[in-house]
């Protein structure tokens, strides 16, 4: 069909929205709903003919049936584009949402809605957290909202709604605040100020699984914004629920638990190392060895990368329990991968855990290696002494490389560090061979002998 044909149909349905038998009314908004799901330009009919602000404007006075029906319409229109999810703010929809959040009968549809709305754009999303508020001035000319006064009463009313015994209405509010946490530090701190870490790490008691990975899914958008929210995180014990969580799920349930022990440690050294002592990196180590997805395994090598780059202590942390021949299996090249590898390995200077890297690195990632022995060997008798002993020296003088390359040069600049062994060794033998006449005499048979 074409347009006006299209505004034609949708017409009739602004009729039927009105008609005096309420089956009829309901059974016309539910279809009006599925039409605007579909398609992004009956949505945006239905605003420009104002069946949206009719809807809105006569949910307050109808039964529960209807105001079900009308919130599937306003979130199908909100899902499509930014201007469509302000369209519904501006018509007042999320005015008469929180009316329908106060009955228990609509509030799992009505729950739906708001998340709807804020996934789309800061602007909407603020409105969403002032959806109480007389007035919201909003700054036409830019993306970012200005505002006076900041109304908690909305955020207020989601985590209240956190403690409902429906799985369905904590998914719905959770997934909510997870829109609004995400889009600027602003909302951020509003959720926090919320006190929110307290109400929703009880949810993780919950059996529903999907609400447990919300609430995960929750403090990740929280952590990721700045070093303060994650410190407020690991404050609040945060960092043992996620392990606690983490040792529990599997699969893709373990992603967001493994991104916030990730983004928490990114955020500088001291909480990186709340990480380490809390057994993050140790469940990080198991992940990595229980799961198969190229997907959560990148995942965990990013995490342990953020960990593992900030000072030698870190990196050993790392080196200790295992991780760099796995984090090396799973390198495939990838700028990301590589990088977080190269990290750690810039700061470890735990040799015994580097050897290992000897055996099967790439080119590139064996000069940082090697690159880590000749900082170390040249100052460190005992050190020296161990390669040797381990068979180091031995893999490292069987390495060719091109002349001239970096790789050549680390090489050479190891086999330097054993110049006095190879003196020490020759002054040695010259002793043997003047003490063997006197301990054997002159026979030349014993003499053979002896040396051999």
Not at 414 to 424: A, D, L, N, V
């Amino acid at each position: 069909m074409d347009f006006h044909q299209k505004e034609k149909i949708i017409s009739q349905f602004r009729l039927l929205t009105l008609d005096e038998d309420p089956s009829i009314q309901h059974n016309a908004v539910v279809a009006l709903g599925h039409l605007v799901e579909h398609s992004e330009e009956l949505a945006m009919i239905v605003v420009k003919k104002d069946i949206l602000g009719q809807l809105i404007k006569s949910i307050p006075s109808q039964d529960q049936h209807y105001k079900k029906a009308a919130a599937f319409v306003l979130r199908a229109v909100a899902n499509h584009s930014p201007e469509l999810s302000q369209a519904v703010v501006d018509c007042g929809g999320l005015d008469a949402l929180g009316i329908s959040l106060k009955d228990p009968e609509v509030k799992e549809a009505a729950a739906l809605a708001p998340g709807n709305i804020a996934q789309q754009d800061a602007m909407p999303a603020q409105a969403v957290v002032d959806a109480d508020a007389v007035s919201l001035p909003f700054s036409l000319n830019t993306s970012e909202l200005v505002w006076e006064e900041v109304n908690m009463d909305t955020i207020a009313l989601l985590v209240q709604m956190i403690h409902s015994p429906d799985a369905k209405v904590k998914r719905q509010v959770l997934s909510t605040l997870i829109q609004i946490t995400k889009h600027s530090v602003e909302l951020a701190e509003m959720v926090i100020a919320a006190d929110i870490f307290s109400e929703v790490m009880v949810c993780l008691q919950d059996p529903d699984e999907y609400v447990k990975k919300d609430v995960i899914t929750l403090m990740w958008e929280v952590v990721r914004h700045n070093a303060e929210f994650a410190q407020r995180f690991v404050n609040c014990g945060g960092l043992a629920e996620v392990v606690d969580y983490l040792d529990k799920s599997h699969g893709s349930m373990r992603i967001p638990g493994i991104m916030v022990l990730g983004c928490v440690a990114s955020h500088g050294e001291n909480l990186a190392m709340a990480v380490i002592l809390s057994k993050g990196l140790h469940q990080l180590a198991i992940c990595l060895s229980e799961e198969d997805n190229e997907h959560i395994k990148g995942a965990t090598v990013w995490s342990i990368g953020q960990i593992g780059h900030h000072t030698p202590e870190h990196a050993k942390a790392v080196a200790t329990e295992g991780l760099l021949p796995k984090v090396l299996l799973f390198y495939t090249g990838a700028s990301s991968l590589e990088k977080s590898l190269k990290n750690i390995l810039l700061k470890c200077t735990h040799l015994p855990s580097l050897e290992p890297l000897l055996n099967n690195a790439p080119s590139n990632i064996l000069n940082h290696v090697l690159g880590q022995f000749s900082k170390v060997l040249p100052h460190d008798s005992e050190a020296r002494q161990e390669f040797v002993m381990s068979g180091g020296l031995s893999k490292v003088q069987e390495m060719e490389a091109e002349p001239g390359s970096a790789l050549w040069k680390q090489i050479n600049a190891i086999k330097s560090c054993f110049q006095e062994y190879k003196e020490g060794f020759a002054e040695r033998l010259c002793l043997i061979e003047g003490l063997i006449p006197s301990i054997f005499g002159d026979d030349e048979q014993n003499t053979s002998v002896s040396c051999k």
